[in-house]
């Protein structure tokens, strides 16, 4: 079992910068892939970013491709996002998700655990 904690959400004007952290607890964090997932009202949640175990490999979604960065600290167990020039359709309920799979994966259907979100309001 790992239990995941996001943080870091708020409202921020378009251009600008967030955070977000995930704190991790429970089994060893370097264990998992990590992925961020965002999922605006009323639509499906959808892939954002991954992090292998070991942080040696990372993907992005298109839409925040050059912008948004994933990263990690194993010996803090804590999983990051930077979001930079933020628009006003980055604006959703932000997710961290643990995969204990070998390779990153992209669906968040086979996600193992879930934070409980963190919102991020980009006013238009």
């Known amino acids: 079992q790992v239990q995941l904690v996001e943080s870091g959400g708020g409202l921020v004007q378009a251009g600008g910068s967030l955070r977000l952290s995930c704190a991790a607890s429970?089994?060893?964090?370097?264990?998992?892939?990590m992925g961020w997932f965002r999922q605006a009202f009323g639509k499906e949640r959808l892939f954002v970013a991954a992090?292998?175990?070991?942080?040696?490999?990372?993907y992005y979604a298109d839409s925040v491709r050059g912008r948004f960065i994933i990263s990690r600290d194993n010996v803090r167990n804590t999983l990051y996002l930077d979001m930079n020039s933020l628009k006003p359709e980055d604006t959703s309920v932000y997710y961290c998700?643990?995969?204990?799979?070998?390779?990153?994966?992209?669906?968040?259907?086979?996600?193992?655990?879930w934070g409980q979100g963190t919102q991020v309001t980009v006013p238009s």
């Open positions: 998700a643990a995969d204990g799979a070998i390779g990153i994966r992209f669906n968040d259907k086979v996600y193992d655990y």
């Open positions: 429970g089994r060893t964090f370097s264990r998992y892939n």
């Open positions: 992090i292998s175990r070991s942080a040696s490999n990372t």
